[in-house]
């Protein structure tokens, strides 16, 4: 009887917080008209956004990451004495309250994510190539890093594969392994991660094709399956994860821009829907679409609809946590377009828009 009332409510409490009003944190490039992180009150049942203001000054907060529990949120300082920055979270205002910065240990940091226990942060450096692991401390500040790796290596594209180019951190679905996709070496580079000890060791990489320059990945909710974006190619590749021993299989490709489409490629970001049944992907530079895809078992996509982002530089897309709204950065038009997601069929209807100064990242948490 408690078994099944505990699992009761472990299905029922991720529902409930879904449907419920959520804090919606935009991180975006500093200018003259942003000082760092902006605050949204998002009400899932319109898709309206109510701005809040700035929640927290930082330095280029061009990534965020929220800790588990919602207390705490993680933002990269996109500089070239790269740091990562801790805040914690006012559940009633959304206001930010900075904790503490440490070195990210490389350049330009651009990606982090944390572990599903909350006790590290993973945080990659795109100019220098480096991915370092950061340790969460019990008052959500953070420690110096733990661990670091510098990827070494180059691609065929001169211009922008002449050195190792980490774009992305990730965690496996069992929180075993880490993933970082290399732009500049072609290759989603597999770590084994160890919590206990607070250390990262490589245990091997997924080729990509050569020129691809892979940029992000997202793993499908049954973590079987795991697809990656490359910028260069504007292609999402889609591969079989073991789980057993930390192995990514290609097992299919597909263009994230129309049939008809003849211009510069520049993806961006990857997302799996949460019902898994579909993967988006949007490209940017002069095509500005978001591609829509329909997701087998075997892990094949194929192509639902490719529709226009609603601006310029479609940097960052993302679901909110009801699953019926997609929301779309656009860092050149300073805009996000908040779209309606069909969950039968997966395509996007354009609904409403928010100016915003260059946003990049949009992460959601339950409000109170």
């Known amino acids: 009887m408690l078994a099944s009332l505990s699992l009761l409510i472990a299905v029922c409490l991720p529902a409930l917080a ?6 919606a944190y935009i991180g975006a490039y500093s200018g003259p008209q942003s000082k760092g992180i902006y605050v949204y009150r998002f ?18 907060p061009s990534f965020l990451a929220i800790r588990p529990g919602g207390e705490f949120l993680y933002a990269v300082e996109e500089t070239d004495g790269g740091s990562v920055s801790a805040f914690r979270i006012d559940r009633a205002s959304g206001k930010l309250t900075r904790l503490n910065r440490v070195s990210s240990h490389g350049a330009g940091p651009c990606a982090l994510a944390v572990d599903h226990t909350g006790k590290y942060v993973l945080v ?15 008052d959500g500040s953070l420690g110096d890093a733990s661990s670091v790796d ?11 594969q002449e050195g190792p180019h980490a774009h992305s951190a990730d965690f496996s679905p069992d929180n075993r392994f ?50 990656v974006v490359s910028e260069l190619t504007a292609t999402v590749a889609s591969f079989s ?34 019902n898994g049944k579909f993967v988006y992907a949007s490209n940017r530079e002069q095509a500005n679409h ?48 908040v779209f309606r997601v069909d969950p039968a069929t997966g395509k996007l209807t354009p609904s409403k828009t928010i100016q915003i100064h260059a946003p990049v990242c949009v992460k959601f948490t339950p409000a109170k």
């Open 150 to 160: 510098q990827h070494k290596g180059a691609g065929v594209n001169r211009e922008r």
């Open 124 to 138: 990659s450096n795109y100019s220098s190539g480096s991915v370092a692991l950061l340790p969460i401390k019990a």
């Open 241 to 274: 994860w073991d789980a057993a021993t930390g192995s990514l299989k290609q097992v299919g490709i597909v263009n994230a821009y129309p049939p008809d489409y003849h211009g510069q490629q520049g993806a961006a970001e990857v997302q799996v829907h949460p």
């Open 178 to 227: 880490a993933l970082a996709c290399d732009l500049g070496t072609d290759e989603v580079v597999i770590y084994k991660f160890d919590a206990a000890a607070g250390k990262i060791t490589r245990s091997g990489a997924a080729k990509l094709p050569p020129g691809s320059g892979p940029r992000h990945l997202a793993f499908h909710p049954d973590g079987k399956l795991a697809y």
């Open 43 to 60: 009400q899932p049942a319109t898709g309206e956004l109510t701005s809040l203001g700035l929640a927290g000054e930082a330095n280029n």
């Open 18 to 23: 879904a449907g419920g009003e959520h804090f």
């Open 290 to 337: 978001i591609a829509v895809f329909a997701a087998a078992p075997a892990g094949t996509l194929k192509t639902v609809e490719i529709v226009p982002s609603g601006g310029k530089a479609p940097r960052y897309f993302g679901f909110d946590p009801s699953g019926a709204w997609l929301l779309s950065a656009h860092q050149d038009s300073d805009n996000i377009v």
